[in-house]
């Protein structure tokens, strides 16, 4: 049963083929009876046929007859007959049927050969196509389609031939698209049917996916024309221009991109698109996409740090230009597709270069833990795997993660890191950048245990000649041309008996003054703390002089525990304002700000951010925009820019489908103006 089954299943396949080639052969004949031409002829991808698209009469897939041998599963079953045409000496194409070699037109009940195409008018008949079929007692038959039903097909002996056997399930057998001019198709009976060409072509030259442009610069795209008699431009992207030469020899479109500092509003990417017209009035439409880098030298632009995910995949860098424009992967394309690193923890801009620091490097196949890059193009100009170790707190040596950096001159940067080993240790070394090499020891003073005697694992703070770091209990103060400690100041001095401080962040304020921010006083371990009191905020000097402290009390606490080694601090460039979390879950769902002239605090600005509150905030240099960054299931990014840091304000939300943000930046906070204010 079984048996029959596959048998009766296979033979409907192969009627249902058989016909689709018959009704393909007709649409085919039909076009060049009418003296219409083929314009494209597209290969199948699995090489099995082609699409062929005519002027006027759209589309056919042809494909070749493979499998068309003679029966080799039948030993007593005949092929399937083989529906074909043959040009008559009237040059009209008429439908034939070969039973067992021989060939014969296909007749109607009176006699008269069947043509392929035709229409009233053509000798008074229409084209039909014949429909192959398998009758209920196993019989191939063909219905023309004259109201008489289907009939069966009989061999030269008269006899009506048994559907058995295994021919193929295609008219055609081969397929010829060698020549420019002409398709010659051969069919099963041995016909050849050669069809005339004028392929119509309009198109970009260029095979990159995407043009890229600097800003206001114009590129001449070459097209590819052919048979095309009118064109002109159809579609262009905001901002842009393009202007079509179709008289030169050579056929150019001239596109120019916008002025990126321009504040008139433009697409920084979209497609520009050609319409064409054929000597026929056939349209082609040739497209193609551009994008205009941004100025990333301006000082009003935005960075995002994205980390990725250590077990998943690497992170990235976004950018938002001064008008707003958001630009994902702007390494990766710059870079051919290259990504950064694996955990991409912060960056800093010297000079024309951009540096890009990475916690694990290239263990996903990223460029590395120390990449550097042309701030102009975002090209990488070399990456380092920047492995260095030091002794933990177990008295192991351990791999170190590299985690926050600052560069001080075009020869030195200071790199904070914590250790592999659950973060144990943490310090802060030297490197030297001509030479490549960071050195083997820390910066003396700034290592020790995680949370309690070492650097914080947080942004180190560049101003006026010294990199200032939060250390366990204290700041500290590095004079940056000779790498050794000036001054390190504790912030604990209030603590009694077994109560601790942690300095929780620093950062630099609008008048200059740095600003820290410290747990309230604790007991008992980090994880399950009792706390004695409030957070505070410290302001000091560039000398290490403590200026003032003030008791935060807003009824939140800052998180000791060394999984939230820091919490997220930012200040406003232009106004006395900090912006930081105020809760110690692990999970940040509230900030609020802090005015440092008033002492006014408002721990509850933005609240119910469930994804929790990620990495840096930041608050934009010129429009006092925040910007704050989630990780939704630390899967994805999600950037909400609000309009001001006031409460209630609205905002917009961008998306990355890279994981976790780790900060937020802006170019003016490495500017001379900003560094030495």
Not at 55 to 81: E, F, L, Y
Not at 526 to 536: L, R, S
Request: glycine share 10%.
């Amino acid at each position: 049963m079984d048996a029959l089954k596959d048998r009766v299943e296979t033979l409907e396949e192969r009627v249902d083929a058989l016909n689709s080639s018959i009704s393909e052969l007709q649409q085919v004949v039909t076009a060049l009876e009418s003296g219409d031409y083929i314009t494209s002829v597209e290969e199948l991808e699995d090489g099995s046929g082609y699409v062929i698209t005519f002027a006027k009469h759209g589309s056919v897939t042809i494909r070749n007859g493979q499998d068309g041998q003679d029966g080799q599963d039948g030993q007593d079953g005949q092929d399937a007959p083989i529906i074909g045409i043959k040009q008559d000496t009237d040059g009209i194409y008429y439908w034939t049927v070969t039973v067992d070699g021989k060939e014969d037109f296909l007749l109607t009940d009176d006699g008269e050969k069947i043509p392929v195409s035709g229409s009233d008018g053509q000798d008074g008949k229409d084209g039909v196509s014949p429909i192959l079929g398998v009758d209920e007692e196993g019989y191939w038959t063909v219905d023309m389609q004259d109201g008489n039903g289907s009939q069966r097909i009989l061999d030269a002996d008269g006899n009506p031939v048994k559907a058995q056997g295994g021919s193929g399930d295609s008219i055609f057998v081969d397929i010829d698209n060698t020549s420019e001019d002409y398709v010659v198709l051969v069919l099963a009976n041995g016909e050849t049917i050669t069809v005339p060409k004028r392929i119509t072509e309009f198109k970009f030259n260029d095979a990159a996916s995407e043009v890229s442009f600097v800003s206001n610069q114009t590129k001449k795209l070459k097209l590819t024309v052919k048979d095309i008699v009118h064109a002109e431009v159809l579609t262009v992207p905001d901002g842009w221009s393009a202007v079509l030469d179709m008289e030169s020899y050579t056929k150019t479109l001239s596109v120019t991109a916008p002025d990126v500092l321009s504040p008139e509003k433009f697409q920084s990417s979209g497609m520009i698109s050609l319409v064409g017209i054929d000597g026929n009035g056939n349209t082609t439409v040739a497209a193609q996409l551009v994008s205009v880098l941004p100025d990333f030298t301006d000082q009003q632009g935005t960075f995002v740090v994205v980390e990725g995910n250590m077990t998943t995949e690497n992170g990235t860098l976004v950018y938002f230009d001064r008008n707003g424009n958001y630009y994902e992967y702007i390494y990766e394309n710059a870079n051919d597709g290259e990504e950064i690193g694996n955990v991409v923890q912060d960056m800093y801009i010297y000079g024309d270069k951009v540096y890009l620091l990475t916690q694990n490097g290239s263990r996903m196949d990223g460029a590395g833990r120390f990449v550097v890059c042309d701030l102009n193009t975002m090209k990488k100009e070399y990456a380092l795997e920047l492995e260095f170790y030091q002794e933990s707190t177990t008295g192991k040596s351990v791999l170190c993660w590299p985690q926050h950096l600052v560069v001080t001159d075009e020869n030195t940067a200071y790199i904070q890191y914590s250790t592999s080993d659950m973060e144990l240790y943490s310090g802060i070394r030297k490197m030297n950048l001509q030479a490549k090499t960071i050195e083997d020891t820390d910066v003396p003073g700034t290592g020790g245990a995680f949370t309690t005697e070492g650097a914080v694992k947080a942004r180190l703070v560049y101003s006026r000649g010294k990199v200032i770091a939060a250390k366990g209990n204290g700041v500290m103060f590095i004079d940056a041309a000779s790498g050794s400690v000036i001054k390190t100041v504790p912030l604990d001095s209030d603590c009694v008996g077994e109560e601790k401080r942690q300095v929780k962040n620093v950062a630099k304020g609008a008048d200059g003054n740095i600003y820290a921010l410290v747990s309230a006083r604790f007991t008992g371990i980090t994880y399950m703390p009792t706390w004695n009191g409030t957070p505070k905020v410290v302001c000091l000097d560039h000398d290490g002089n403590i200026l003032w402290e003030d008791e935060l009390e807003g009824g939140f606490q800052f998180p000791v525990a060394t999984y939230s080694p820091a919490v997220q601090l930012c200040a406003s460039f232009n106004e006395p304002e900090l912006f930081f979390i105020t809760t110690d879950f692990f999970t940040a769902d509230q900030a609020g700000s802090y005015n440092y002239e008033t002492k006014e605090l408002n721990p509850t600005v933005i609240s119910g951010m469930n994804d929790g509150i990620y990495g840096y905030m930041g608050i934009h240099p010129f429009t006092e925009q925040l910007f704050v960054g989630t990780a939704p299931q630390y899967l994805s990014t999600d950037i909400y820019i609000y309009e001001s840091t006031a409460p209630g304000a609205g905002y917009v939300k961008y998306s990355s489908k890279k994981a976790s943000p780790a900060g937020v930046d802006f170019a003016y906070r490495f500017s001379e103006e900003w560094i030495n204010r």
